[in-house]
């Protein structure tokens, strides 16, 4: 090696892998995109392939309470995530999904189709192969990052937040009716939640080596910073 490329080697930051977890609205892709933003790393959102799978689903007139009907199908739609934490994308069969992933009716079938198996098997594969071929490092954010997907992940953090503190972050997102009815906004996010902790395979959980922060009264920028220091501190250990 010459001393260039050695000198290059010994000062690159390393590729750090790094797990974001936690229930809905506990600011997992707002922290995550910041992170892998700032620090030059991808950024891979869990959650957005797993509306993307159910999207599928629902527009193949798939009952998503059928486990053994979306266990058959689950290997059939081709998902494509896009990395770029100021611009990720979704892609299903080719076609941009980023606008139908998020309507109520994907957001109420996810953890239905999110609880078969067939389905974490291959979405958590294809998570792990775009891992793997993340040079500069990746923020991944989901529910089982810590715990299933990359259980040897750098860094792992566990975020939390109040049921209410969550409904407020969310209803300041919606418009009009919806916005108003924040006791109908944290009852759906506790049953998500519920849904997501209850089931048999790969549940919500934080893992054992796992940062748990909980986001109630910090601000975005307040834990945006606290990852950002966690991160650098692995990179330069
Ligand atoms: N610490 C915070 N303080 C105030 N608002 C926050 C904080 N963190 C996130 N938010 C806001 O809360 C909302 C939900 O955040 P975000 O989408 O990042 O959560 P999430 O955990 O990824 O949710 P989900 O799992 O449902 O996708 C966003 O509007 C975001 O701007
Ligand atoms: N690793 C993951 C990520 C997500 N899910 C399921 O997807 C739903 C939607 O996630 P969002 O982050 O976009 O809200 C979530 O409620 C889970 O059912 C998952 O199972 N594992």
Do not use: F, H
């Not at 990746?138 to 810590?146: N, P, Q, S």
């Amino acid at each position: 090696m010459s001393d260039t490329v050695e000198t290059a080697a010994r000062t690159a930051p390393a590729a750090v892998i790094v797990g974001i977890d936690g229930p809905s609205g506990t600011g997992k892709s707002s922290t995550s995109k910041a992170v892998a933003a700032k620090l030059g790393m991808r950024y891979l959102d869990t959650g957005a392939q797993y509306r993307a799978i159910t999207w599928w689903m629902l527009s193949n007139g798939i009952d998503v309470d059928d486990a053994a009907a979306v266990a058959d199908a689950a290997g059939k739609p081709e998902i494509v995530s896009g990395t770029d934490p100021s611009a990720p994308t979704i892609a299903v069969d080719g076609a941009d999904a980023s606008g139908p992933i998020r309507t109520q009716q994907v957001t109420a079938a996810v953890s239905a189709v999110s609880a078969v198996p067939e389905v974490r098997t291959r979405l958590t594969e294809l998570q792990r192969a775009i891992a793997a071929g993340a040079p500069e490092g990746i923020v991944v954010e989901g529910r089982d990052v810590g715990t299933t997907v990359l259980p040897d992940a750098d860094v792992k953090i566990y975020l939390t937040a109040s049921p209410e503190a969550r409904a407020a972050r969310r209803s300041g997102e919606l418009k009009g009716k919806e916005a108003a009815d924040l006791a109908a906004t944290q009852a759906a996010l506790v049953k998500r939640d519920a849904a997501d902790s209850g089931r048999k395979t790969s549940p919500l959980a934080k893992a054992a080596d796992a940062v748990e922060v909980d986001t109630t009264e910090l601000t975005l920028e307040q834990v945006i910073e606290c990852v950002v220091t966690l991160v650098e501190e692995k990179r330069s250990a």
